[in-house]
């Protein structure tokens, strides 16, 4: 996977890319969901739960909605039921992508709420000890995809796109990926005030299932970007 990884995430990118262009946000950007061919080839599928990208007027007058998604691949905005543009897909790439690099998911946790919480809070191990020597710049990346204000994360797959020609994902081949140290979690990137985390509150205890493979193996595509 590794030799591969810098045009397995450089296509996703375009294909997030091609999807906002025309008004639309994925909503469920997943490894599940992302299908890799021997030669690096991706398709990106399953648009059940896409939706046209709020403009600003819907940003002010939107009502909230309950949460849908994959809960370890859910935006914060998308958590709370908030209105959502490109950018709510370009946290779900980073947590592909810092799976992809690391082996493990960014959120994780025994419930759904534990999962909520750990992403409104922006809590996340940093990848840095998880990779041996992991380059800034993939590591800055990361940290700038998963930033919990939607102003502080790229503002495009485009900018994303030109992000990875300078990101250095073919260094990661033949690195080990386990713990170096007792792994700390990333400090939090802003303080969420307590009224905008009700909506987890209410979240059953379901209990996740364990993390699904990474990559897909090459099948027929029903639907694709």
Not at 25 to 36: C, T, W
Not at 149 to 172: F, H, I, K, Y
Request: with cysteine; hydrophobic share 40%.
């Amino acid at each position: 996977l590794l030799p591969k990884l810098q045009r397995i995430v450089t296509e996703l990118a375009l294909a997030l890319d091609h999807v906002h262009a025309r008004g639309w946000v994925h909503r469920d950007v997943k490894p599940e969901n992302v299908l890799a061919g021997d030669d690096g080839q991706v398709k990106l599928i399953d648009f059940a739960i896409a939706s046209r990208s709020s403009g600003l007027l819907g940003k002010l007058l939107g009502g909230k909605t309950p949460p849908q998604g994959s809960p370890s691949y859910m935006s914060p905005e998308q958590i709370r039921g908030g209105a959502l543009d490109a950018r709510s897909d370009i946290y779900s790439f980073g947590c592909v992508l810092f799976e992809l690099v690391t082996g493990k998911r960014a959120f994780d946790g025994d419930s759904i709420k534990d999962v909520y919480m750990a992403i409104i809070d922006a809590q996340y191990t940093d990848p840095r000890t998880l990779v041996r020597d992991l380059p800034e710049p993939v590591a800055a990346l990361i940290d700038d995809l998963l930033q919990a204000a939607t102003e502080d994360r790229p503002a495009s797959a485009a900018e994303v796109l030109e992000r990875l020609q300078s990101t250095p994902l073919a260094e990661l081949v033949d690195r080990p990926t386990e713990p170096l140290t007792p792994p700390p979690l990333a400090a939090p990137r802003k303080n969420i005030p307590p009224s905008e985390m009700k909506t987890v509150l209410d979240e059953s205890e379901t209990r996740l299932d364990p993390a699904p493979p990474l990559i897909a193996p090459e099948a027929p595509v029903a639907r694709q970007a």
